[in-house]
């Protein structure tokens, strides 16, 4: 039974979501401690987060970087704030996807299905089940199973979006991936996400390759969509390890 996370400081709406999740025999728990959510996290080890943005204490983005401080499990903002740029911060800060409130709880209920499948169901068994899988290109392994990318000797560890987003630029490697291929490797339904998401993302991706000494591996081919080539990105030699 996968274990899911409701961080939400409004009772009824934790109420809501706890009974609305249970129903689909997933184990919902409510977080009570808005000051050490990082505890809570660690005693429940769920397979999701919802996670609100205002609370008590530290807003939800803070709480978002304690958690990927210790785990890539998927996050799901919950938040009344419905502007572009609180849902840029959200992803930003390692959040994998934002619901507006009101919520709607059939598109909720999808997004969490949607993201367990990612993260641990059928479309996760067909990317990687051990650490020896590995794609590479250009000099440069994604080893899918530790979701670690490497190149020259360095390595870099990625979230499991950036680890989507290489692997789909690395199968494709030195030829243009649309933008919206990309979306599809992140997302299943990409009806309900931003363009702006994938930016966000893409951005995430190259800062983790500028780590590894590839300042300039992913082309932006305006109008059509992305392009790998750690060829002209490795100017200034592998970063150390």
Known sequence: ????????????????????????????????????????????????????????????YYWCRQIRKRSNVPIIFLSARSGEMDQVMAIENGGDDYVAKPIPLDLLMAKIKSALRRAYGEYAAGQAQSESDTAAAGGLALHVGRSELAWGGARVPLSKNERQLAHALIRRYGRIVSREELLEALWDDVQFVDDNTLTVNVTRLRKKLEELGLKDAIDTVRGQGYRLNADAGAGNGPAAL
């Open 1 to 60: 039974m996968y274990r899911i996370m409701i961080v939400e400081d409004d009772e009824k709406i934790g109420a809501l979501l706890q009974d609305y999740i249970g129903r689909y025999g997933f184990d919902a728990r409510v977080a009570r401690d808005f000051r050490d959510l990082a505890a809570e996290f660690e005693a429940l080890q769920p397979h999701l987060v919802l996670l609100d943005i205002n609370l008590p204490y530290f807003d939800g």
